[in-house]
């Protein structure tokens, strides 16, 4: 079974930084692009950033030039470094993994996510 793990959320006042991680398990890591979404209550989920197994990255437009993406895939892990945090960056922020560009028949996985809180 599949398995990634976020970790490094936590409470960061406005301005400061955090760095997500997600570690996969029981995955062919390097096939896979990989990225993080985040939700708050009430609202859909969203799409923050990915990074492909070559490497390309795509941002939503609210991070671009504050958040950047990374991946290992010696260590199946993929990282969110957040700079300059904002009192709407707050959310739970999830990691996905899909391979579905490559193995159209697959399925995308999901983490359970980690609380970011920003406080202003």
């Known amino acids: 079974q599949v398995q990634l793990v976020e970790s490094g959320g936590g409470l960061v006042q406005a301005g400061g930084s955090l760095r997500l991680s997600c570690a996969a398990s029981?995955?062919?890591?390097?096939?896979?692009?990989m990225g993080w979404y985040r939700q708050v209550p009430g609202k859909q989920r969203e799409l923050v950033a990915t990074?492909?197994?070559?490497?390309?990255?795509i941002y939503s437009d609210s991070v671009k030039g504050r958040f950047t993406i990374s991946r290992d895939d010696a260590t199946k892990t993929v990282y969110l470094q957040m700079n300059s945090l904002k009192p709407e960056d707050t959310a739970v922020y999830y990691c996905?993994?899909?391979?579905?560009?490559?193995?159209?028949?697959?399925?995308?996985?999901w983490g359970q996510g980690t609380q970011v809180t920003v406080s202003s």
């Open positions: 990074i492909t197994n070559g490497g390309s990255t």
């Open positions: 029981r995955i062919i890591f390097s096939i896979y692009t």
């Open positions: 996905n993994a899909d391979a579905r560009s490559v193995l159209p028949s697959t399925r995308d996985y």
